[in-house]
């Protein structure tokens, strides 16, 4: 499995930004799709964003328009830009990654974006 590290959580006003980076142990182009999920307290972890191998993005509903998920091949590196964030934004955030040969899902252990004034 690959291994994942996530940074650039912290704390951040509302309306502010925040860009999470999710490196990779191996190319990203050896995974099918790679993005992030959330996990609010007391909620369930939710899809926010993915990218596949093909550069195809999707968003979950509630941050289509405020967040942008990229990557840089070179870097091994996946980005997620978050802009006009808003308290319900504030969870841990994973990224993950769908091995493309071993059909495995890998997960990072998280980074917490808290939005609070």
């Known amino acids: 499995q690959v291994q994942l590290v996530e940074s650039g959580g912290g704390l951040v006003q509302p309306g502010g930004s925040l860009r999470l980076s999710c490196e990779a142990s191996?190319?990203?182009?050896?995974?099918?799709?790679m993005g992030w999920y959330r996990q609010a307290p007391g909620k369930e972890r939710e899809l926010v964003a993915r990218?596949?191998?093909?550069?195809?993005?999707n968003y979950a509903d509630s941050v289509e328009g405020r967040f942008t998920i990229s990557r840089d091949s070179a870097k091994n590196t996946v980005y997620l830009q978050m802009d006009s964030l808003k308290p319900e934004d504030t969870a841990v955030f994973y990224c993950y990654a769908d091995g493309r040969y071993d059909g495995m899902r890998s997960w990072g252990k998280g980074t917490l974006v808290i939005v609070s004034s």
């Open positions: 990218i596949t191998n093909g550069g195809r993005t």
């Open positions: 191996r190319s990203i182009f050896s995974n099918d799709a």
